[in-house]
């Protein structure tokens, strides 16, 4: 699963020409579906206000400022839906869950109260898989383009590898759907392992970035 992934062919982009070109091609229509698959465990999220509630150690400030971003996260999907674009998120998680994780996940349950389609697997689930290297962390729009996101040597977002080969999209997409039939429905995920834990301590935010939900 994802063999040829690292030797595929692929241009690399900036942070601002990833977003161009994908908000570029997403926009065109055609595409069906949004794939993304999510493995990192520790990112800094500046300018994203929930994210500096929770970096600042306010946890309730961090879960209302989630919530604010409810009828965006709707519209987004409404948007979606009318131009015949289905979301799917794949999001990795290690035990025990990063404060990060733990947030982030409190963000992605916003989204899927309005109807995202999100399923989290166990990093534990999948180490025959990660002997060699982690699954990639990718945006896969339909059969067209795929962009694996990039960090930089301190772990910030620094754009994204872009990548047009159709057979190598196709494996992708086909090692994403069998790691997402794998993967839990995230209602039952969150309320099982997440929903009871005590509010993250955080004394320091670890190195990195990434783009805001």
Not at 89 to 102: K, S
Not at 128 to 137: A, K, L, N
């Amino acid at each position: 699963m994802f063999d040829s992934f690292a030797g595929g062919d692929s241009v690399r982009l900036d942070r601002p020409a990833y977003h161009a070109d994908l908000g570029r091609i997403y926009s065109g229509g055609g595409i069906g579906f949004l794939n993304k698959l999510e493995r990192g465990q520790h990112f800094r999220e500046r300018g994203f206000p929930s994210w500096e509630a929770f970096a600042a150690g306010d946890w309730e400030r961090a879960l209302v400022l989630a919530d604010e971003r409810r009828e965006e996260y709707a519209q987004e999907l409404a948007e979606a839906s009318r131009s015949g674009v289905r979301h799917r998120r794949l999001r990795v998680v290690e035990f025990p869950v990063t404060p990060y994780v733990q947030w982030e996940l409190h963000v992605l349950r916003v989204r899927v109260d309005v109807g995202d389609d999100i399923r989290v697997l166990d990093a534990r689930a999948i180490t025959d898989i990660e002997r060699t290297r982690p699954v990639p962390e990718v945006v896969v729009l339909g059969d067209e383009v795929m962009y694996e996101v990039v960090y930089d040597a301190e772990g910030n977002a620094d754009g994204a590898r872009r990548y047009d080969d159709r057979s190598l999209i196709r494996e992708t997409n086909t090692g994403f759907d069998a790691l997402y039939e794998r993967g839990v429905r995230f209602p039952a995920f969150f309320d099982r392992e997440i929903a009871d834990l005590a509010p993250p301590q955080v004394t320091s935010v670890p190195e990195g970035s990434r783009d805001c939900r």
